[in-house]
C-alpha cells in the first residue's frame, strides 16, 4: 500500500479563493511527522507546515493550514486567499518514528496547482 | 534566506563521465543528510541517507558503485555519479533537518543532463 497518496494530481483555483490539496497517509507508527512542500518549476522545494502525531492542534502558518484528521489518516493542506504565486507542485511527506538521526521523507505523488485570475 | 545549498544547478556532462554535485549545511551541523532523485513530472524518490564519517545507507535499488556518497564532515555531502549515462539525467535533490526541530530543509537541488 501507498505510505503517502495525493489522488489530485491536478488542481484549478481562482486568486483569492481558498484550496484543499488532498493528502492521505497508511503508517502503523504511532509517532510520525507529516509535512507539506512546495515546489516551484525552479526545482527547489520550500517548506510549508508541519503537523505531529501527537499534536493537538492543527498547524497554520500564514495562508496555510493543515487539517489533520488521525482516525481517518488524512492530512489536507489548505491554502487560503490563493495567489498567483502559489502556482506549483505541492507534495505531502511522512516521516515515520520520532524526530532523530533518521528523517527520511516518503513523499506523495505530488498535486498540481494552478490559480487563475 | 538558504539554509542547505546545493552545487552545481545545472552541469551537463559527457556519458562515460563521472560528475560531482555537492550538497552543504549553512551554519549549521548535519551528521545525515538525504539525497533524492526526481523524474519531470514525478514525485521524489530517497536514493540513500548519507551519514557523517560512515557509509552511506543506500535504498532498495540504487547502486552504491555508481552513486557515490560521501559526507566528510558535519557540513558537507557529496554525490558523485560515475560512468554517467543518458539515464542517468535527473533532478538530484538532498535534504537535511536542522538541530533537533522538526523542519527538513531541502537544497536548490541540480539539474544534471547527460549527453
Given amino acids: 500500500a501507498q505510505k503517502i497518496t495525493q489522488t489530485q494530481p491536478g488542481m484549478f483555483v481562482q486568486e483569492k479563493e481558498a484550496v484543499t490539496l488532498d493528502c492521505t497517509y497508511d503508517t502503523s507508527d504511532p509517532s510520525y511527522g507529516l509535512f507539506w512542500y512546495k515546489q516551484p518549476s525552479s526545482g527547489e522545494m520550500i517548506f510549508l507546515i508541519y503537523q505531529g502525531s501527537y499534536d493537538q492542534q492543527n498547524a497554520t502558518e500564514g495562508r496555510y493550514s493543515l487539517n489533520f484528521q488521525k482516525a481517518r489518516k488524512s492530512a489536507n493542506l489548505v491554502i487560503s486567499a490563493s495567489q498567483l504565486g502559489d502556482s506549483a507542485m505541492y507534495f505531502c511527506a511522512m516521516r515515520e518514528g520520532s524526530p532523530g538521526g533518521g528523517n527520511k521523507l516518503t513523499f506523495g505523488t505530488g498535486t498540481q496547482l494552478k490559480v487563475e485570475l | ?115
Fill in chain 2, 1 to 115: 534566506g538558504a539554509v542547505v545549498s546545493q552545487h552545481p544547478s545545472w552541469v551537463i556532462c559527457k556519458s562515460g563521465t563521472s560528475v560531482k554535485i555537492e550538497c552543504r549545511s549553512l551554519d549549521f551541523q548535519a551528521t545525515t543528510m538525504f539525497w533524492y532523485r526526481q523524474f519531470p513530472k514525478q514525485s521524489l524518490m530517497l536514493m540513500a541517507t548519507s551519514n557523517e564519517g560512515s557509509k552511506a545507507t543506500y535504498e532498495q535499488g540504487v547502486e552504491k558503485d555508481k552513486f557515490l556518497i560521501n559526507h566528510a564532515s558535519l557540513t558537507l555531502s557529496t554525490l558523485t555519479v560515475t560512468s554517467a549515462h543518458p539515464e542517468d539525467s535527473s533532478f538530484y535533490i538532498c535534504s537535511a533537518r536542522r538541530g533537533t526541530g522538526n523542519t527538513i530543509y531541502f537544497g536548490e537541488g541540480s539539474w544534471l543532463t547527460v549527453v
